[in-house]
């Protein structure tokens, strides 16, 4: 199982390209993400339960069956109504962290019970969530994930209102001296990585525009260098 640092040291939060495996070849799972793996060291893991988004994807055992293939880190996603019920059968079976809904409620319960799993804790907001949603638990989260669509399919189209969301969370967690990774997820590619890295985001959640490519691999160098490109400090 990989592993990845809790509240990594001061300085700039590392940039990867998370590919997602919902637009991934179920079919050829193991190798879709073998094509991916020399450019990244995140998977993108999305659950969906049909209760809090409209569409049902995996559970624990395709997780469990996919760790036998992939050393990368398991970024796992949990759209789902009841995520207390499921964190510790998603964290026996190979998921290094997760990232629960902050309107599914009971955050600061669910925050601590994931800490206590071992799994690094992730925290999301739908589009319309705003960030004062947000904002009390970003002490107790290791990654914040603003979603650039509404979840429950791939393939939509980027929404850019909430890059003020993604630049406000940035704004307080160096406020408070926290080193967040801070995630986008949806619509992502080279063109709206752009918007997402200038607005302080360093994880980009990429479906259709790795796995929808004649090479998934190019895909995620063309992507993680366009937002390479727009760092704060990169040469011009």
């Given at each position: 199982m990989a592993t990845v640092e809790t509240h990594a040291p001061a300085g700039a939060p590392t940039l990867r390209v998370a590919?997602?495996?919902?637009?991934?070849?179920?079919?050829s799972l193991a190798d879709a993400v073998a094509q991916v793996t020399p450019g990244t060291d995140w998977l993108h893991v999305d659950v969906m339960d049909g209760h809090f988004v409209p569409?049902?994807?995996i559970g624990p055992?395709?997780?469990?069956?996919?760790?036998?293939h992939s050393d990368l880190f398991f970024?796992?996603?949990?759209?789902?109504?009841?995520?207390?019920?499921y964190l510790e059968p998603f964290r026996d079976a190979g998921a290094d962290g997760c990232t629960v809904h902050v309107e599914v409620g009971e955050t600061e319960a669910l925050c601590a019970q994931m800490r206590d799993l071992g799994l690094r804790v992730g925290?999301?907001?739908?589009?319309?969530?705003?960030?004062?949603?947000?904002e009390p638990y970003l002490p107790l989260v290791d990654l914040v994930l603003c979603m650039t669509v509404f979840p429950g399919f791939g393939g939509q189209s980027f929404i850019a209102d909430v890059l003020p969301k993604v630049a406000r969370v940035r704004r307080a967690a160096d406020a408070a001296g926290l080193t967040l990774d801070i995630e986008v997820d949806g619509g992502i590619d080279e063109?709206?990585?752009?918007?997402?890295?200038?607005?302080g985001a360093n994880v980009f959640v990429a479906g259709s525009a790795v796995f929808n490519?004649?090479?998934?691999?190019?895909?995620?160098?063309a992507?993680?260098?366009a937002a390479t490109d727009e760092r704060p400090g990169a040469p011009s």
């Open positions: 590919p997602s495996i919902l637009s991934a070849d179920f079919g569409n049902l994807t055992p395709v997780v469990a069956s996919l760790r036998t970024d796992t996603h949990l759209m789902i109504t009841d995520p207390a019920r925290l999301a907001a739908n589009p319309d969530t705003p960030f004062e949603a947000l063109r709206t990585v752009v918007e997402a890295a200038r607005a490519r004649a090479d998934p691999l190019e895909a995620v160098g992507i993680l260098r």
